[in-house]
């Protein structure tokens, strides 16, 4: 517990100064819903880009952690579905919230696929020598 005095001048600490502005190409949050509305989930490769897009647009995370994600680190923690312990740029872990629509968009894929464990996002071949067939013609390598 922190005293009334203690609380009130952390309160009075101004957050550091931002000059300029961002850099780069911003989306809007109608722009953002109009791409992942722009993806057809009814094919493998469509249910894999939506979840690849719930997790950039919706947690934030940069193309290697997308890339990188394993399913075993989605978690549930006091009611909401988080990343935990996600090693991202620099090496910091850190602890990331997933919004229920991108965790939908996650399960949709991760059950078409049939994957359990390990990264979530593999690479789709057209022809599989060994014939295992995932969702019509596309299978999970």
Sequence with gaps: MLSPELVAGIRRVKGVKRFGQPVGNWLAVEEGQQLVGAVRTDTLRGKRDAAMLGLLLGCGLRQSEVANLE??????????WAIVDLVGKAGHARTVPVPLWAKTAIDGWSSAAGI?????????????????????RATVA
Excluded: N, T, W
């Excluded at 399913?71 to 909401?80: A, K, L, M, T, V």
């Excluded at 359990?116 to 019509?136: L, W, Y």
């Design 116 to 136: 359990s464990e390990g990264r979530i996002f593999r690479a789709i071949r057209i022809a599989d020598p060994v014939g295992s067939k995932v969702g019509g």
């Design 71 to 80: 399913i075993e680190r989605i978690q549930r923690r006091d009611g909401h």
